[in-house]
C-alpha cells in the first residue's frame, strides 16, 4: 500500500522561500513519476510540477523559474523548492503518484 506524507509547509512571508518534502513508502519508487498539485480552498486542485524516475521535470507557467521539483529515489523522497513566493502561492500542497495522495501540507504566504 502506497503511502505519501508531506511536510515542510508554513507561513513565509512574500519572496520569501519554503521546502516541501514528500516521503513514499509501500512502493517502488524510481520507476513512477511523482507530481506536487495544490488546492485553494473553493478551487479545483491544481497540477503545480512533475518529475519522471529519470529526472526530467515539468512546471506550470504560473510557478516555473520560482520552484523546483528534484527527487532522491534511495531515500523515497519528493521535494519542491519553492522560492519568490506570492500570497497566490498560498495552498494546500499535496504530493502525488498515479492514484496516491498524502495528506497535504498546508503553504501561507502572508505578511
Known amino acids: 500500500q502506497v503511502r505519501l506524507v508531506e511536510s515542510g509547509g508554513g507561513l513565509v512571508q512574500p519572496g520569501g522561500s519554503l521546502r516541501l518534502s514528500c516521503a513514499a513508502s509501500?512502493?517502488?519508487?524510481?520507476?513512477?513519476?511523482m507530481n506536487w498539485y495544490r488546492q485553494t480552498l473553493g478551487k479545483d486542485r491544481e497540477w503545480v510540477a512533475s518529475?519522471?524516475?529519470?529526472?526530467?521535470?515539468n512546471y506550470a507557467a504560473a510557478v516555473k523559474g520560482r520552484f523546483t521539483i528534484s527527487r532522491d529515489n534511495a531515500l523515497k523522497m519528493l521535494y519542491l523548492q519553492m522560492t519568490s513566493l506570492a500570497p497566490e502561492d498560498t495552498a494546500v500542497y499535496y504530493c502525488?503518484?498515479?492514484?496516491?495522495w498524502g495528506q497535504g501540507t498546508q503553504v501561507t504566504v502572508s505578511s
Open positions: 509501500g512502493t517502488i519508487f524510481e520507476i513512477y513519476t
Open positions: 502525488n503518484m498515479i492514484h496516491s
Open positions: 518529475i519522471s524516475g529519470g529526472g526530467n521535470t
